[in-house]
């Protein structure tokens, strides 16, 4: 059975994927960063990050993730910084 963890906050419709019963594939999360729509300061955080500013300077955010539990790790629009293989969505 393959383990894989979500090691990011996730977008709501997302849950459907991580509860579905698959024969070799098995998700872990936190509920808690499972979320649906984004805040107002978030929104207008993104728009900063994500403008051609961000881009000039090469700001490119990666997650530190230290667990050697699983097999794969998940990510919902961010880079890992791990020895692990893992799945940008």
């Not at 459907?16 to 955080?45: A, M, P």
């Not at 881009?55 to 961010?78: A, C, E, H, T, W």
Request: hydrophobic share 35%.
């Amino acid at each position: 059975m393959k383990k894989i963890l979500v090691a990011t906050k996730a977008r709501g419709f997302l849950i459907t994927l991580f509860q579905y019963k698959f024969d070799e594939i098995y998700f872990t999360y936190n509920e808690s960063k499972v979320y649906e729509t984004n805040s107002k300061l978030k929104l207008q955080l993104s728009k900063i990050v994500k403008s051609k500013l961000s881009d000039y300077l090469g700001l490119i955010q990666r997650i530190k993730v230290k667990n050697d539990d699983y097999n794969i790790m998940f990510s919902y629009n961010r880079f890992l910084k791990t020895n692990k293989d893992y799945i940008i969505y």
